[in-house]
């Protein structure tokens, strides 16, 4: 009976990563829902790393989506000024009716400073800091600026 007790347990795994994500709009912390936020990874060559925060408060709206070309899953430092020299690194924010993207600043501001990456349990860590203008009502148009940092498991896709 011992022998039978011992087999049918399920195998021991280890457990899951806990998304730890955090965001702040112009200085005041946001809630970020974790189950919807997500890192993907594009796989081949010319890799994109996309960075989608969602905020709890409208998780039906898109959030922020910070894109990074040319991303290499080592630890690094990825300006967003660099979009002069082809490499696409942006931000756009969607919530509600209001629309602001990176590159509307004028001056495209912004880094994503990657410090550690696990590529065996696909886990990435870091931080980020994005400042985008309203798009939705050009005449006023706001400046928001984001940071933050998130340390979670990241898709291939």
Request: net charge positive; hydrophobic share 40%; aromatic share 6%.
């Amino acid at each position: 009976m011992l022998a039978l007790t011992a087999a049918s347990r399920p195998p021991r795994q280890t457990p899951a990563l806990p998304h730890r994500l955090t965001l702040r709009l112009n200085g005041a912390a946001v809630p970020v829902d974790t189950a919807y936020s997500r890192i993907e990874v594009s796989p081949g060559a010319g890799k994109v790393l996309t960075l989608n925060l969602i905020r709890a408060d409208a998780p039906d709206d898109p959030g922020l989506t910070i894109l990074v070309d040319e991303f290499k899953p080592v630890p690094a430092v990825y300006r967003f000024k660099e979009i002069l020299s082809a490499h696409v690194t942006e931000a756009t924010y969607r919530v509600g009716d209001q629309v602001a993207e990176s590159q509307a600043c004028g001056v495209n501001q912004g880094e994503v400073r990657v410090t550690a990456v696990d590529t065996k349990r696909k886990i990435l860590t870091g931080t980020f800091r994005a400042v985008t203008c309203s798009t939705s009502a050009p005449k006023t148009a706001k400046k928001l600026t984001f940071e933050g940092t998130f340390r979670c498991a990241y898709e291939v896709r």
